[in-house]
């Protein structure tokens, strides 16, 4: 099972950007499609983007639609999550996770999840 540690998170001022990454233990990471969740306090966990394992085939969840970027680098069992012009909502903690192979994205069957980075906007 891989292991999955997220980094990047911290305090933004609201309209600036972050990018996040998650580095995983091996390198079977490669094989596995990538998303990334986010939930935040008395709320449920929320489906942000996901990413093929080629890097091909990626989907957003619409609030982040057009200011959002999911990459990754198999070469460093990297995935990032690029997040630009941020507001009060995208204020959560953040979860990567490795996708059930032929799982729907956005349910969050994962086989691994990291521990997560919290994002605090201030405005």
């Known amino acids: 099972q891989v292991r999955l540690k997220e980094s990047g998170g911290g305090l933004v001022q609201a309209g600036h950007s972050l990018r996040l990454s998650c580095v995983a233990s091996?390198?079977?990471?490669?094989?596995?499609?990538m998303a990334w969740f986010r939930q935040a306090p008395g709320r449920s966990r929320e489906f942000v983007a996901a990413?093929?394992?080629?890097?091909?085939?990626?989907e957003y969840e619409d609030s982040v639609k057009g200011r959002s970027t999911i990459s990754r680098d198999n070469a460093k069992n990297t995935v990032y999550l690029q997040l630009s012009n941020l507001n009060a909502d995208d204020a959560s903690t953040y979860y990567c996770?490795?996708?059930?192979?032929?799982?729907?994205w956005g349910t969050g069957l994962a086989s691994s999840w990291g521990q997560g980075t919290q994002v605090t906007v201030s405005s």
């Open positions: 990413m093929s394992w080629s890097g091909q085939t990626t």
């Open positions: 091996e390198r079977t990471f490669s094989s596995y499609a």
């Open positions: 996770a490795a996708l059930l192979p032929g799982s729907c």
